[in-house]
């Protein structure tokens, strides 16, 4: 159905449907990276540089290695479980920091107890 058939009304309506659902898809693509910085990141030093490109999933969030560096978006995990699993992963943590701060020398030491088991 061409708009040359629809009556003024109709077409009024119709074009103020697209206006408020192209606006409404704008509000949405702006407020994303918003939300995504209030979650924050995962940054994690490793004593060592890591050989191989270092990618993997911990508790289902991508990891990125770079060097001695990890990064990932914040899940809202708790801070000490989530360094065992990142420790790991990839090895001894020597820092982590989280959008709630950095972990502690004992919540490090807890952290790494996850590489010695392994």
Request: hydrophobic letters at 40%; aromatic letters at 4%.
């Amino acid at each position: 159905m061409s708009s040359a058939n629809l009556d003024p009304l109709s077409r009024n309506l119709l074009i103020g449907v697209l206006a408020l659902a192209g606006t409404l898809a704008s509000f949405a693509a702006t407020t994303a990276p918003i939300q995504a910085a209030q979650r924050g990141a995962y940054e994690v030093t490793l004593p060592r540089t890591l050989d191989a490109s270092g990618r993997g999933i911990v508790s289902g969030t991508m990891w990125c290695s770079e060097g001695a560096r990890c990064a990932a978006p914040a899940n809202g995990e708790r801070a000490v479980s989530l360094c065992g699993e990142v420790a790991s992963q990839f090895g001894e943590v020597s820092r982590f920091a989280g959008p709630q701060g950095e972990l502690g020398s004992d919540d490090l030491a807890r952290c790494n107890a996850a590489v010695v088991r392994r």
